[in-house]
């Protein structure tokens, strides 16, 4: 049940009290009118109790809403109303005119708080506006002057079922927050065991490699170089990348790992959140330019990765230093079935709505890459 819990018992004392309660004025009230009545309309109080007590706990919270939930949740409030209205059974209009308890007493806020804690604060005020409502066509019974009907009874059940409602909800999504927190932390500790395995295992080998290229010379310099960049990009990767909230990721941390001794990435000082899905596919787009740049261009060649937002897009620019994209040289690679930037870039970013502009000169090529951030982004991103 997990925080909900502690809700669910504590409704059931409410239930179990409220029936003694009203066991104890009919007692004292001399069994009202009709006391065979009564007592009938006590003994149904008690068994949908002992029903209540046992199927909230085990059938709504564990299972499906749309199956289980609203049934129990409206038998509940069809019974208890049943029963509030069955008063007249109990008691004369000379006891209603007289103000008396009905015989159900203080225990149909029962369903009330059940809506309240399962649903939220607005079903918990439609609960307490059937109920409400059931009390007071029985409290205007003719001859009543409307003006003298009580009303408290209305209020307090209204302010029972927002107030309950809002806090049950509340709770929830504390429980789901610290849960979150809970996996990421555990996340977090497995990566920074297997960062200690690789660091102790693999980044010192790629460090030695590096190293004794260098002091050897020739086309072990080269080795060693190529160690060099590996070695980097390793110890980016075993870097989590920082997650702001479910569903969402921040893009300088999946860009982060594709620099290294000749990709530059530059991103802003803040966390660029968006949507999961979103930051994969830029990532994804950002790594074809640069394994184009890696296949195209001649070694040695640069690269700059710079990301930019104006609060209304993401702007990724991919530029290097190589010799450029000589004149139709895409359409010509479209045209042979090669679809590397047609697919992999600007097919991945029309999918989210944006645009691929590529410039390309004798000096290097840039791409650049123009995501618009979805209102859901924008609202995420304040809240960081």
Same mark, same amino acid.
Request: charged share 20%.
């Given at each position: 049940?997990?925080?909900?819990?502690?809700?669910?018992?504590?409704?059931?004392?409410?239930?179990?009290?409220?029936? %003694?309660? #009203?066991?104890?004025?009919? $007692?004292? +009230?001399?069994?009202?009118?009709? @006391? &065979?009545? !009564? /007592?009938? =309309?006590?003994?149904?109080?008690?068994?949908?109790?002992?029903?209540?007590?046992?199927?909230?706990?085990?059938?709504?919270?564990?299972?499906?809403?749309?199956?289980?939930?609203?049934?129990?949740?409206?038998?509940?409030?069809?019974?208890?109303?049943?029963?509030?209205?069955?008063?007249?059974?109990?008691?004369?209009?000379?006891? %209603?005119? #007289?103000?008396?308890?009905? $015989?159900? +007493?203080?225990?149909?806020?029962? @369903? &009330?708080? !059940? /809506?309240? =804690?399962?649903?939220?604060?607005?079903?918990?005020?439609?609960?307490?506006?059937?109920?409400?409502?059931?009390?007071?066509?029985?409290?205007?019974?003719?001859?009543?002057?409307?003006?003298?009907?009580?009303?408290?009874?209305?209020?307090?059940?209204?302010?029972?079922?927002?107030?309950?409602?809002?806090?049950?909800?509340?709770?929830?999504? #504390?429980?789901?927050?610290?849960?979150? +927190?809970?996996?990421?932390?555990?996340?977090?500790?497995?990566?920074?065991?297997?960062?200690?395995?690789?660091?102790?295992?693999?980044?010192?080998?790629?460090?030695?490699?590096?190293?004794?290229?260098?002091?050897?010379?020739?086309?072990?310099?080269?080795?060693?170089?190529?160690?060099?960049?590996?070695?980097?990009?390793?110890?980016?990767?075993?870097?989590?990348?920082?997650?702001?909230?479910?569903?969402?990721?921040?893009?300088?941390?999946?860009?982060?790992?594709?620099?290294?001794?000749?990709?530059?990435?530059?991103?802003?000082?803040?966390?660029?959140?968006?949507?999961?899905?979103?930051?994969?596919?830029?990532?994804?787009?950002?790594?074809?330019?640069?394994?184009?740049?890696?296949?195209?261009?001649?070694?040695?060649?640069?690269?700059?990765?710079?990301?930019?937002?104006?609060?209304?897009?993401?702007?990724?620019?991919?530029?290097?230093?190589?010799?450029?994209?000589?004149?139709?040289?895409?359409?010509?690679?479209?045209?042979?079935?090669?679809?590397?930037?047609?697919?992999?870039?600007?097919?991945?970013?029309?999918?989210?709505?944006?645009?691929?502009?590529?410039?390309?000169?004798?000096?290097?090529?840039?791409?650049?890459?123009?995501?618009?951030?979805?209102?859901?982004?924008?609202?995420?991103?304040?809240?960081?």
């Amino acid at each position: 049940m997990g925080i909900e819990g502690p809700f669910w018992r504590a409704i059931a004392v409410f239930r179990i009290a409220s029936l %003694a309660y #009203a066991a104890v004025l009919l $007692v004292r +009230a001399g069994g009202y009118s009709h @006391p &065979v009545a !009564a /007592w009938a =309309v006590i003994a149904v109080m008690a068994v949908w109790t002992a029903v209540t007590v046992v199927a909230y706990p085990v059938v709504h919270p564990a299972a499906p809403p749309a199956r289980h939930g609203w049934p129990l949740l409206v038998a509940d409030l069809a019974v208890t109303a049943g029963c509030l209205l069955a008063t007249p059974l109990a008691q004369t209009r000379a006891d %209603a005119l #007289a103000g008396t308890i009905p $015989v159900t +007493a203080t225990w149909v806020a029962g @369903p &009330v708080l !059940a /809506w309240g =804690v399962s649903r939220g604060r607005r079903a918990g005020a439609v609960a307490a506006a059937v109920m409400s409502g059931a009390d007071l066509w029985l409290r205007g019974v003719p001859g009543a002057d409307v003006a003298s009907i009580p009303v408290n009874g209305a209020v307090l059940l209204f302010m029972a079922g927002v107030v309950v409602g809002h806090v049950a909800q509340l709770a929830r999504r #504390a429980e789901e927050r610290m849960q979150r +927190a809970v996996e990421l932390e555990a996340i977090g500790r497995e990566r920074e065991r297997l960062a200690r395995g690789i660091h102790d295992s693999v980044l010192q080998v790629l460090a030695l490699v590096q190293r004794r290229g260098a002091e050897i010379g020739g086309e072990a310099a080269e080795l060693g170089r190529l160690a060099g960049e590996q070695e980097a990009a390793l110890r980016a990767l075993v870097q989590a990348p920082a997650v702001r909230g479910e569903g969402s990721l921040d893009l300088r941390e999946l860009l982060r790992p594709y620099g290294t001794a000749r990709v530059t990435v530059s991103a802003p000082a803040t966390p660029l959140v968006l949507p999961a899905e979103t930051a994969r596919e830029v990532r994804a787009a950002v790594g074809a330019a640069l394994d184009n740049v890696s296949r195209h261009c001649p070694d040695g060649t640069r690269a700059w990765v710079l990301v930019e937002e104006d609060g209304q897009t993401v702007v990724v620019s991919v530029r290097d230093d190589g010799q450029g994209i000589p004149e139709g040289r895409l359409e010509q690679a479209e045209a042979d079935g090669r679809m590397g930037v047609a697919r992999s870039i600007r097919g991945r970013v029309a999918d989210l709505g944006g645009t691929v502009t590529i410039t390309s000169s004798e000096t290097g090529t840039e791409i650049e890459l123009t995501i618009p951030l979805a209102r859901r982004a924008l609202d995420r991103r304040k809240r960081v």
